[in-house]
Every structure is written in C-alpha cells, then in structure tokens.
C-alpha cells in the first residue's frame, strides 16, 4: 500500500516512476488465497480511516466511490468470551453504551463514554503533530502539539501503558480484554504498550467499512490510479540489489541482472530487509537492526471455506479465553504459541447480522503467534494443538465449524517469512512496547541520499490506511527534497478530513 501511494502521488507531480513488486500481483499483504476453489483474503480485513484514502483519490481528481464499493458496517465486531458473555461493539458509540451497560452495569456504561472522549481528545491531539508528520521526534512534538494537546496526553499518563490505563477506565477484566485487543492491531502486547494505541477505538467509531470484492480490490484501485497518473508497474521484478554510486542511491538490479537507473528509490519492502543486508551491502546501514525479541506478533491463519452453524456471525468477530496475560507471556516471553489464544474470525460474506450460509462461507481465522519464522520450525504438534484450542474455544462460545482439510490453507511465522523476507515472520514491523517505540520506527528518508522508506515498518505505522499514510509521506519527503538543498526540512501531508 505504501509503494502504491508513493507511485501514484509522484507520477502525478510528473516524475517518471516504475513500481516493482516481486509478487505476482501488486497489494503485498492484501492479498487472497484460494480455499477449495473459493478466493479468501488471507491479509488485512479492515478498511477504516476512509479520509485517507479520499485525499489520495480526491489530489488526482477522482472520487473514492467512483473507485471501490464500500458497505459501512454497523456491528464493528461481535466479541464473545469462552467463560460466558457476548458483546457488539457498534458504529454508534450511543449503541455499544447502551450494549455495553446492558452487558456489564450502567457504571461499566458511564465509563465507556468518559473512555470514549479521552480516546476522541487523543486522536485529535496526534493526528497531525504525529500521524501527518514526516517523522515526530518527542521534543518537536511536544511543541507542536500546544497547550491543549500536552493537556491530553499528559492527563492520559504520557509513560502509561495500555492495559494499566484501561484498568483506570474500566472494572470488568472482560472490558479491558476487548479495548487492550487494540495493541494487537500494531503486533504488540497490550501489557507493554503504551497507552496512546487507545486511539484505535476512536478510529473505528468514525466508520468501519467492508469492500465489495475483498480488501484486495484496495490495492487494485491503487494500481489503477497509479498507471492513471503514469507510473508503469511490473510484478514478478524481484529487486535484488539497490545500486549506490558516490554516496547515493543511482537505481536498482533485478534478479537475472537488468538494472534500472534511477535517481531515487522508494523501498517498501520491511525495512530489516535493509537491515540485514538482503538488498546490498551499500544500503545495509540505511536502517538499524533489530533483535528478534523486539518484532511485532506474527500469526497463524486459517483460510477456509466451511459450514459455520451456532454462533450468529458477523463479519468480525473474536473469541477470548480467559487468561490474557499468559497469551503475550508465550508469544513475547517463551517464543511459542499461546497455550490460552484470543481468535479472531472474519466471516468475509456476511455484514452484520446475516443469516447463516448452509451451503459453507469463506473465513478466515486468525490466532497471534511469535515471529520466529526464521529461527525454528514450529513443531507440527504444536500447530495441530493451536487449531484444536481455537477450535474448542469458539465451541465453548457456541460457535461449530465443519471444514474439509482439503478446503483450509495455514500460513504461520514460516510461511509468513518467505512472504516478507528479514520478518521472522513479524506482519507490523517492530512491536511498540515503550512509548519511545513510536519514535523508533524508521523515518519516510534515509540517511543513504535518495533512499527513501515506506510500508507499515516505516513511520507512521502498520495497518492499511497507515501504510498508505506512510507512502504519501515518503512521496511529499521526496519532492521536498528535489526542491531544497536542506534534508531536514519538516514535512506533512493533508489528505482529506478525518472528522464527519
């Protein structure tokens, strides 16, 4: 997502790009898998902060509806615990108030909609000083944020982490579960990180959508924007080598030897690929390495097409055990999969309350695990007894799945490393466990001159529309550096509204 806003802001302002992708088809991790015939998104499964990407349509004179068919979701997910207890959390704060009273006492309610304006007062303060911005650093965010915004991260506990600040808003552990799930969106413990990833419950309150087709179509609608505004575009060009001459970057080399000049290189690929040397020795010291216990969770996921029956599906739902703690002890402590997982499933072909498909649906289930696809083999044992606990757990919540083999495809840490190379596996780049961590993620520039950065391990983070955020930033750096001579300049993008 990130290449793909890069190409096509740039081709718009005039610049000759070529975007390379090493896959078959463009999208990276939006991509689908076929389970017995039927095309699964096997990647992201959420569309949200839609301003985003109305701001990068709307600069090249098109509108987003034009582009992709969205359906707004009224249920944001379905969140059922294996000790008992169901609860929507809906579009309409209001709703998920009145669920949320209905489902834990009217004082559970009235925290809600107090967590619900520090949430609102949160984003608000970081959206442009953090969000927009080429790369904050605390100091010069701090300034940029004013009175008002350092009044509401200060009034947050600027050093707080997420779950002890969700222990001050809410009583119910069982609350504390569902919005300390939020770390999870950025592959972190919601033990360890800070207390800011609240935000992401606000963002979701400002609209989730579901696509027409699968998320994929929203890296499809980036290609053809691209190649509209006249970038070229080939997939199956695996990048090899970036080439450096005199100290700056002058193009790439493809594997089989062709080489394209070039007189600068957006790199979307995870930025510890760089890091490790996978792109050349020249570009290696481009970003720093990172240890393997500082990755974001990898997954294990299962593409499948199945008969769903007990369980009223929506299309996000999510089932929690009920010992949190020890899932993130397993994965970040013990380097294994988690003996008590939270599972996630999107029923792809049903928006809030459909009915049950008899005939079989297309699903995707989702449990977190370490990103270790580089360091061992996971035990086939061990995996087998991940998927029977996921299965047991959505059964104790009244859920059954009935699923020929023959129609599910897994892909792990393993698998997700041939996909990303230099990951381990890791799908959000590092884990954000200290509130210093957002500061540490790799600029949209480079201290290689002409090399810059994007993708969700790049500044201002994983998830689609942040990725996209993050191309849009490398492409403004870009151009602002084809301008001046000065390589520090700050730089922030627009982009559309973010409120309603």
Not at 153 to 175: E, I, K, T, V, Y
Not at 209 to 236: C, D, F, K, P, Y
Request: aromatic share 8%; proline share 6%; net charge negative.
């Amino acid at each position: 997502m990130g290449g793909l806003a890069a190409a096509a802001d740039l081709a718009r302002q005039g610049l000759d790009v070529t975007l390379l992708e090493r896959a078959p088809a463009v999208g990276g991790k939006l991509r689908q898998v076929s389970a017995g015939g039927y095309p699964v998104d096997a990647g992201p499964t959420v569309f949200t902060m839609r301003w985003v990407f109305e701001g990068l349509f709307g600069e090249s004179g098109l509108r987003l509806e034009d582009e992709l068919s969205l359906q707004p979701v009224e249920v944001l997910a379905r969140h059922a615990w294996g000790s008992g207890g169901t609860l929507d959390l809906y579009a309409d704060p209001q709703r998920s108030a009145d669920a949320i009273g209905a489902f834990a006492g009217a004082a559970e309610a009235r925290r809600y909609r107090a967590f619900c304006a520090q949430t609102r007062e949160v984003y608000a303060a970081l959206e442009g000083p953090y969000i927009r911005s080429q790369r904050p650093t605390l100091p010069g965010m701090m300034a940029d944020l004013g009175w008002s915004g350092s009044k509401a991260l200060l009034g947050l506990g600027l050093f707080s982490d997420l779950w002890g600040s969700l222990a001050r808003h809410f009583r119910d552990p069982r609350l504390q579960q569902l919005f300390g799930r939020y770390a999870t969106y950025c592959g972190s413990s919601p033990f360890d990180a800070p207390a800011t990833l609240m935000l992401v419950a606000h963002v979701e309150t400002q609209g989730v959508w579901t696509v027409r087709g699968g998320m994929v179509e929203v890296g499809r609608a980036l290609a053809r924007l691209a190649e509209r505004n006249g970038a070229t575009i080939r997939t199956g060009a695996h990048v090899e080598n970036i080439e450096v001459r005199q100290g700056r970057v002058c193009g790439v080399r493809l594997a089989g030897g062709e080489t394209l000049p070039a007189d600068s290189v957006v790199f979307n690929g995870d930025s510890q690929a760089l890091a490790r040397g996978l792109l050349g020795d020249d570009v290696q010291p481009a970003v720093e390495a990172i240890k393997p216990q500082e990755r974001s969770l990898s997954a294990m996921t299962w593409c499948m097409h199945a008969r769903a029956t007990g369980f009223p599906l929506v299309h996000h739902n999510v089932f929690f055990d009920d010992d949190y703690r020890s899932e993130f002890r397993d994965i970040f402590g013990h380097g294994r999969l988690p003996d008590k997982a939270t599972v996630y499933l999107c029923a792809q072909d049903r928006h809030d309350d459909d009915a049950p498909m008899p005939e079989g649906e297309r699903l995707l289930a989702l449990v977190n695990a370490p990103a270790i696809g580089d360091l061992r083999d996971l035990d086939p044992e061990e995996i087998e007894q991940c998927h029977a606990k996921a299965l047991e757990l959505m059964r104790r919540c009244g859920l059954e799945l009935d699923c020929d083999p023959s129609r599910s495809v897994l892909t792990g840490p393993q698998g997700f490393e041939t996909l990303f190379p230099a990951t381990g596996g890791a799908l959000y780049g590092e884990a954000c466990h200290s509130w210093m961590a957002s500061f540490r993620r790799p600029a949209s520039w480079t201290r290689i001159p002409g090399l810059y950065l994007a993708g969700g391990s790049a500044h201002p983070g994983p998830g689609v529309p942040m990725a996209t955020l993050s191309g849009r930033l490398a492409a403004a750096t870009l151009m602002a550096h084809l301008g001046s001579t000065k390589r520090s300049a700050k730089v922030h993008i627009s982009g559309g509204m973010s409120m309603p």
